[in-house]
């Protein structure tokens, strides 16, 4: 599999995760205060994906592995946020 700078492989990724986890902490932190995601973060990898037939294909659209990460970091928040403010 192919692996550049934006799209690391999900395993390099994980290697790297204490070194970089503050500084990614940071950004995703800032893009919520802000309510601006970096458009790096909105960078996908489309593929066309065949549902049978000649002309018939769905999009598939891949995040990064970094995207993903924010992804979930978001989704934590909001579930945290949403148990301790609505029950």
């Known amino acids: 599999p192919s692996c550049n700078f934006f799209w690391p492989m999900p ?8 070194s970089i986890s503050e500084a990614l902490t940071s950004i995703f932190n800032m893009s919520l205060l ?3 995601v ?4 909105k960078i996908s990898k489309v593929t066309p994906f065949d ?3 000649e002309t ?3 999009h598939v659209s891949t995040l990064s592995s ?3 990460m924010f992804e979930k970091w978001v989704y ?8 301790k403010h609505l029950h």
Do not use: A, M, W
């Not at 395993?11 to 204490?18: A, Q």
């Not at 970096?38 to 973060?41: K, Q, R, S, T, V």
């Not at 934590?76 to 148990?83: A, D, G, R, V």
């Open 38 to 41: 970096p458009d790096i973060l």
């Open 34 to 36: 802000h309510g601006v």
């Open 11 to 18: 395993s390099r990724v994980k290697l790297v995760n204490l």
């Open 66 to 68: 970094f995207s993903q």
């Open 76 to 83: 934590k928040q909001l579930i945290n946020y949403t148990e």
């Open 56 to 58: 018939n294909y769905r």
């Open 51 to 53: 549902k049978g037939g």
